[in-house]
């Protein structure tokens, strides 16, 4: 079955970089029509789209969010990795990584992670 | 770039009741519309796609429709368990990926 994972750190201080990992199971991403996306929820808030990521190397970004995401794959290891420069606290959330594909058009995350938690603090 | 709003925020409603919420994008987005359910503290999970199309396993009293900007998602006879925040999405990804501000449920 698909399985995905989230990890990276907890804390991370203003200015500083944000690397996670989202590490799956259960499909790979050299599969045609396969996609990795990354999706944030603040405490408290709505779901934000961050970035994502298809098995033809076709990344997309949050266009407000553009100048600080970057998102890529690793197919061998099954991970796919989103780096968000300058953290603010206003960065605090909750960061999910998911699956999606195409078949006849783009599909929704169907497939997500449980999450992980990352607070940005000095 | 392509705003997605849902109403109302929140809604009180009685078991067996029937339940709307509607979800308006600012443009024309087809039928390229998801509706997900996201319980307290846990992760969100797909209900419907394709407007009206139901994911694998969702209980059949929810439903979904509508096209181009305007769509609801209905709750046919509301459960305990469907106490929850709903969001609508826009998922192609040209130009952007959106979700709607959340429309959270809970029971009277």
């Known amino acids: 079955q698909i399985t995905l994972k989230e990890s990276g750190p907890t804390l991370v201080k203003p200015t500083q970089t944000l690397t996670l990992t989202c590490t799956f199971s259960?499909?790979?991403?050299?599969?045609?029509?396969?996609?990795v996306g990354w999706i944030r929820q603040p405490p408290g808030k709505a779901l934000e789209w961050l970035a994502l990521?298809?098995?033809?190397?076709?990344?997309r970004y949050s266009p407000s969010l553009k100048s600080r995401l970057t998102i890529t794959k690793d197919t061998s290891k099954n991970q796919v990795v989103l780096t968000m420069t300058n953290m603010d606290p206003v960065d605090t959330a909750t960061y999910y990584c998911?699956?999606?594909?195409?078949?006849?058009?783009?599909?929704?995350?169907?497939?997500w992670g449980q999450g992980t938690l990352v607070t940005v603090s000095s | 770039d392509i705003q997605m709003t849902q109403s109302p925020s929140s809604l009180s409603a009685s078991v067996g009741d029937r339940v709307t919420i509607t979800c308006r994008a600012s443009?024309?987005?087809?039928?390229?519309l998801a509706w997900y359910q996201q319980k307290p503290g846990k992760v969100p999970k797909l209900l419907i796609y394709?407007?009206?199309t139901l994911q694998s396993g969702v209980p059949s009293r929810f439903s979904g429709s509508g096209s181009g900007t305007d769509f609801t998602l209905t709750i046919s006879s509301l459960q305990p368990e469907d106490v929850a925040t709903y969001y609508c999405?826009?998922?192609?990804?040209?130009?952007?990926?959106?979700f709607g501000q959340g429309t959270r449920l809970e029971i009277k």
């Open positions: 998911a699956h999606r594909r195409i078949w006849f058009g783009e599909l929704p995350f169907d497939y």
């Open positions: 259960g499909f790979s991403l050299s599969t045609s029509g396969v996609g």
């Open positions: 990521i298809y098995w033809d190397d076709d990344k």
């Open positions: 443009q024309g987005i087809s039928n390229y």
């Open positions: 394709a407007a009206s």
């Open positions: 999405q826009k998922y192609n990804s040209a130009p952007e990926i959106t």
